[in-house]
């Protein structure tokens, strides 16, 4: 069996809902928190065989959790992160404390992405979140003191109302928080979102583009070099993990709404949690990819880095021509081999460029 290096873990609870979320999730409940807790010790217990590389914990919030389910929660992945060498968590600023951080200390737990979304008190309020860039500021100081250096936030742009000024705000504001990695998303109305749900409308998409690339040029102005389409580090503080999706490996996602691809199996599991609790092999989408499917994945994903695709791996793991089999994908004006890596010049424009790549 081949070895998985990246194991991702959902926690479906929030304390609050977000106005732009639709991914899985519930208010914390404490009963349905026990029970979910006893469902994952089943799952991990019979799903997890190696000992990972990565390990990413996300959701959901799960700082939302007490300390003591925490403390469990962590306890059952002891036992698969012996080796780890990237092991991070979502916190958000409100629901981290000095009692959760030692936890995470004590489960060597040493990389941490925080939602800050913006630093606008409106905007703050308008997506549903419950803190502001005074707290944000206090919990880095805090995380930072425990030895938690590694530290990502996130920034969302194209939000409603938001005008060019507020962006540049949030920007010079979490850019004085001097973290190593900042991770940057356009709004999405999801139709099951509350801003969907109230009709609310993404921005211009003229709009939108100029603030990506105001983003964009301010960010690598200040010593944060664009290593993937919506991320930026600083040198050395590239997420390990999501380089492992964006190099095409193979990954577990355990949990409700969890992703895994093995070989040419990519599924999600079920979003349900009745289903769930009935069988976490439950799963809401099972796919046994082609080749060429897989061909197509991994150009597409190992373009969105700065790196690009190494072509003899490529030629060596399908038993192809890279260079013939996607001669016209090759011919975009923004690509170019260097190095034998085959990369995009503008990463804005990715999802056009990959157009020419599909059979």
């Known amino acids: 069996m081949t070895r998985i290096n990246h194991l991702y873990i959902h926690v479906p609870f929030c ?28 799952e991990i217990k019979n799903k997890c065989h190696d000992q990972y590389s990565t390990i990413y914990i996300g959701g959901g919030t799960p700082t939302c959790l007490s300390n003591d389910e925490l403390e469990q929660l962590l306890s059952l992945i002891d036992e698969y992160s012996k080796n780890v060498i990237e092991y991070t968590i979502e916190v958000n600023p409100e629901t981290i404390d000095v009692d959760k951080i030692k936890t995470l200390v004590k489960h060597k737990i040493n990389r941490i992405s ?37 530290i990502s936030v996130d920034l969302m742009y194209s939000l409603p109302n938001q005008t060019m000024d507020m962006l540049k705000q949030s920007l010079f504001d979490i850019v004085s928080l001097d973290v190593p990695h900042i ?38 102005s200040n010593n944060y070099h664009q290593y993937e389409v919506s991320n930026y580090s600083k040198i050395g503080y590239e997420s390990k ?13 355990l949990s409700l709404a969890g992703s895994s691809k093995l070989g040419n199996h990519r599924y999600t599991n079920t979003y349900s949690f009745e289903e769930y609790f009935n069988d976490y092999n ?78």
Do not use: P
Request: with cysteine; proline share 0%; net charge negative.
């Open 282 to 359: 439950c799963k809401s989408e099972d796919l046994i990819l082609t080749l060429d499917d897989m061909k197509f994945e991994n150009i597409m994903m190992s373009l969105r880095t700065i790196y690009g695709l190494n072509i003899n791996e490529f030629n060596n793991k399908y038993n192809c021509d890279l260079i013939l089999d996607y001669h016209r994908g090759i011919s975009n004006s923004n690509i170019y081999i260097e190095n034998g890596f085959l990369k995009c010049k503008n990463l804005e424009i990715l999802n056009n460029v990959l157009l020419d790549f599909m059979n």
């Open 183 to 220: 991770s940057i998303y356009s709004l999405t109305i999801e139709e099951n979102s509350v801003f969907g749900k109230k009709g609310f409308k993404s921005l211009d998409s003229d709009i939108e583009a100029d603030m990506y690339e105001y983003i964009n040029t301010y960010l690598t």
């Open 15 to 42: 304390k609050t809902i977000c106005s732009y979320c639709d991914f899985c999730h519930r208010v914390y409940n404490k009963e349905l928190v026990n029970k979910w807790l006893l469902q994952f010790e089943l």
């Open 241 to 253: 993990h999501n380089l492992g999706y964006w190099n095409y490996d193979d990954f577990l996602g």
């Open 114 to 150: 925080m939602g800050v979304q913006s630093s606008d008190d409106e905007l703050l309020k308008l997506m549903n979140r419950h803190h502001n860039f005074e707290l944000v500021k206090e919990k880095i100081e805090l995380l930072r003191s425990y030895g938690l250096n590694n």
